[in-house]
């Protein structure tokens, strides 16, 4: 039996404009069991409503987080009927805990400082600057003072640039020791002498064999691409080419990070991999249950138990 529960979730500060999360729960009951998914909607992807119809008639071919979510809720009853954390359902060796990045979403200066300093505290090794503005060089170079030489730092432009300044800002900014960039310009063409390494994100979901093409990394997130299994079928297809692999949520609540967190866990029983972007609960204020995933030390456990894990 399917329930499908509609939600809305607010940010505690808006990130490029979104300032709430809303989307479907999809609840399915067998016996005793509780398989559980969410369709977390992405604006300009599907709209709620096409997400809800495609849930309510099973035609989710162009709906991907809803078929997302009533993908995922069949995992978690299947991992549970096995009894195996959905991560070991999609690799057997996988382990249980995942190093996360702490993405950073301060719009000042000093905010960002404080916020850069507090992630290296809380553990994190890796944290993420969204750049593309006038004054990237000067916020990076806080948040590098600020966590210090041993901490990862990652940039997203978001594909703010076009080539010729990607490249330029990109040469800027090398001297900060940075990790990658994510999506410096919307195809990541003409990159080729780029100092930093360059991740595929946005594009992966149009256009994955152009993004294995031209990036060294390339960014999964399980809700832009209709489940954990398109992703997973991406991610061994990027690894068998020598690519590297990083899973992030889409904003998602704690059902969508979970599936996020078993997906990266399955990812790295092939290889170690650059620190997973499952660090998005704290941006919100309110959420689906508690976060049995939340990272600690900078680290995601995924709870050794059937399934999801959550409670
Ligand atoms: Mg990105």
């Given at each position: 039996m399917m329930q499908i529960e509609p939600?809305?979730?607010?940010?505690?500060?808006?990130i490029r404009e979104i300032e709430e999360r809303r989307g479907f729960v999809v609840l399915l009951r067998e016996g005793d069991l509780l398989g559980r998914g969410e369709a977390c909607i992405l604006p300009g992807t599907e709209s709620l409503e096409e997400a809800e119809v495609a849930l309510r008639t099973g035609r989710l071919d162009r709906a991907p987080a809803a078929r997302h979510a009533l993908e995922l809720a069949q995992l978690d009853l299947q991992a549970q009927r096995k009894g195996v954390p959905l991560a070991r359902l999609l690799d057997p060796r996988?382990?249980?805990?995942?190093?996360s990045s702490a993405l950073l979403v301060a719009r000042t200066v000093p905010e960002?400082?404080?916020?850069?300093?507090?992630?290296?505290?809380?553990?994190?090794?890796?944290?993420?600057?969204?750049?593309?503005?006038?004054?990237?060089?000067?916020?990076?170079?806080?948040?590098?003072?600020?966590?210090?030489?041993?901490?990862?730092?990652?940039l997203d432009a978001n594909g703010a640039w076009d080539a010729t300044l990607a490249l330029e800002r990109l040469s800027e900014l090398a001297p900060l020791d940075i990790e990658l960039c994510e999506q410096p310009t919307p195809d990541l063409l003409g990159l080729e002498s780029s100092p930093i390494p360059i991740a595929a994100d946005e594009m992966v979901a149009r256009d994955p064999a152009a993004a294995m093409e031209h990036a060294q990394i390339i960014v999964l997130k399980p809700m832009l691409l209709g489940g954990v299994l398109a992703a997973w079928e991406l991610a061994q297809r990027a690894m068998q080419r020598g690519l590297r692999v990083i899973v992030t949520t889409a904003l998602d609540g704690a059902i969508g990070r979970a599936a996020a967190a078993h997906l990266a866990a399955a990812v790295l029983a092939h290889?170690?991999?650059?620190?997973?972007?499952?660090?998005?609960?704290r941006l919100l204020i309110d959420d689906l249950c508690p976060d049995a995933l939340a990272p600690r030390d900078g680290i995601v456990r995924i709870p050794d138990v059937p399934g999801l894990g959550l409670s």
């Open positions: 939600y809305r979730l607010r940010l505690r500060q808006p996988a382990p249980l805990e995942v190093p960002l400082a404080r916020e850069a300093r507090q992630a290296a505290a809380d553990g994190f090794r890796t944290v993420k600057l969204k750049v593309g503005g006038d004054d990237d060089f000067a916020l990076a170079a806080v948040v590098r003072d600020a966590v210090g030489p041993e901490v990862a730092l990652r290889g170690p991999q650059p620190a997973a972007g499952l660090a998005t609960g």
